[in-house]
């Protein structure tokens, strides 16, 4: 299972660990085990999945009906649950287990009385914003109701949005849902704009219905800052989060270097608007004593070849915000607040580098876009030293050219990192078999492949240990390895089908990691005569690294019936790690 904060709850939930231990110790005197859900699993799916084995001979019922199962005795039927309480037996025998799944609406509750519906009234949160700027309010409360809110002794009115739609989550691109767009109800918007600067304190809102009036104070103030006197910002994390928007929901950007420094035109609860329109939590920035805003000029430019890689200083005179963005053969820069100057660049011939061009894009923004050699690009680096912005481009790795003589990896260095370990199980198989265990089988096979291959191989873990994250994150950074892999396997939201989906995915998210990840994805598919899941972009802890192209392996689903026979068998987990090395000998024999 991939580790996004999303799913790593979901994991939480699939794995349920004081469940599971009770389990496998109800396994001792058993013959009916259930893996998935919990016994008591609250989920806002409309159905869920049942994850368990039973001895092959005989029949397992979910409340009186018979269930398929595969070879082994594996089982993973769906079945729809109504909103509230969700009773289901499983029988094998004279065993049984009871379970219940309480189904939450998702859907806020529309008020049967003249109120608003719970934490249903926006601004959430304290918000400020710049003088002018739309401000919207909004509310859920009765249908037909008249709502308005009372804010800088203007009452805005609030009309209902007839034709709202709410969006699918992202994971449903997992449960084929991601088309079922929902119609809000009940919801009421109205929008402002406040040209004097001030706080406006919280806004009255008022809903009436049949005579009857109720008013209550909005949960957020509403501010307009000075725009001559902005706080300035100085990023203190060491790759500090922007964001599109003020939530952990919105997507992330280039991570800004530790010393940026920018001007806050808006915020909203802890979050900071930032000049350039990015959004970054407060608590990975200091306030600075400065009001005058960061901008900066730049001349010229150096580069030169270093340690395998080429080096770039940007000279500032602030530490600007940037952006990275990587094409095939180009690799852009972007300074914000910055206006060029530039008369002179120094960039020799260079084996990696064909040239460097330069466009100013607006009045404070400008754009580096170097065009490359070699197809694959190899990952970068990226930091301030003092005000100049220093960018390592990293060169094809060292030893490459033996290995294509050789067909061998000679000499080059992958990062191997088993997902999951200790505590965190990851998914679980319909027997218990917790997906930490076979992704540390298959990684080992894997490393001890690329050895007899010549490689020279990194592990984020070799015993079944809790690393966090961020420690996988920094062993990547540290090694610097030609490529990293991420090793899991996979499982589904509740709503999934555990029963037809099946297959290995792909996932990467730099541009630099899509064509090792379609590379193995075919190999595998071809090779090994997997089903193919597909291959996705997606932003993971472990697909976000940017010093070398990283891809997570997801190589199969855990919660299948089948597909989980093939997973767990010895013999065929022997046969993957050779065919992933053989892959892997491949695409570095193929890339320039
Ligand atoms: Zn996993």
Redesign the pocket.
Known sequence: ???VLGLTLLTSMVIGFNDISVAAEDRLSTNLYLAYPPRNHQTTAKKIFFIGNAPARGEVFINDRPISRSKTGNFAPSFPLEIGENIFTIRYQNESIAVTVIRLSTQPKIPDRVAFAENSLTPARNIARLPKESICLSAIAPLDAKVSARLNFKTIPLLPQTEAVDLPPNSAIYTSENENTSIKVGHYKGCTQISRQGNFGNPLFRVRLDRKTFTTRGPGTISILSPNNLDVIEVTADAGVARTGPSTNYSRLTPLPKGTRATVTGTEGDWLRLDYGAWIRASETKLLSTRIPPRSLIRSIVAREINNSTEIVFPLQNRVPIAIDQGDRTFSLTLYNTTAQTDIIRLDDNPYIKRLDWEQIDPTTVKYTFLLKPEQQWGYNLKYRGTSLILNLRHSPQNLALSQMRKSLNGIKILLDP??GGEEL??VGPTGYP?KSVNLVVSKLLRDELVRRGAIVYMTREEDVFVSLQDRVKLINNVQPAIALSV??NALPDSGDAIATKGVGMFWYHPMARDLAVFLQNYLVKNLNRPSYGVFWNNLALTRPHGAPAVLLELGFTINPEEFEWISDPQEQKILATSLADALTEWFNSVD
Do not use: L, P, R
């Open positions: 299972m991939k580790q997902g999951h990851g998914a997906e899991h396997y």
